[in-house]
Nanobody, 123 residues
């Protein structure tokens, strides 16, 4: 099992930027697919971005060109740089570790989750 702790959320105006960080500890970090999810009030948890050990990245369509996911395997860290934020990006953001290094968007394929960090974008 891997333990995950997110940080970096907050309140920002539309058009602004935030950088989320996820610190991992426990099992070998570098060999697993890492994902970022978000959940807005009354909505299901959705996949936002993910990154394989090799650095291959994946994004949901609504954040392509605005968000960038990265990882530092030596430091056991994953990051989500969010630019040009919109009010519809408001949600609790979660970092999650996959059960393997294969790309997936299904929450059930992720075995470890952080506690979440709130991102609020004002108009």
């Amino acid at each position: 099992q891997v333990q995950l702790v997110e940080s970096g959320g907050g309140l920002v105006q539309a058009g602004g930027s935030l950088r989320l960080s996820c610190a991992a500890s426990g099992r070998t970090f570098g060999t697993y697919f890492m994902g970022w999810f978000r959940q807005a009030p009354g909505k299901e948890r959705e996949f936002v971005a993910g990154i394989r050990w090799s650095g291959s990245t994946y994004y949901t369509d609504s954040v392509k060109g605005r968000f960038t996911v990265s990882r530092d395997n030596a430091k056991n860290m994953v990051y989500l740089q969010m630019n040009s934020l919109k009010p519809e990006d408001t949600a609790v953001y979660y970092c999650a570790a996959g059960r393997s290094d294969y790309y997936t968007r299904a929450p059930t394929d992720f075995g470890s989750w952080g506690q979440g960090t709130q991102v609020t974008v004002s108009s």
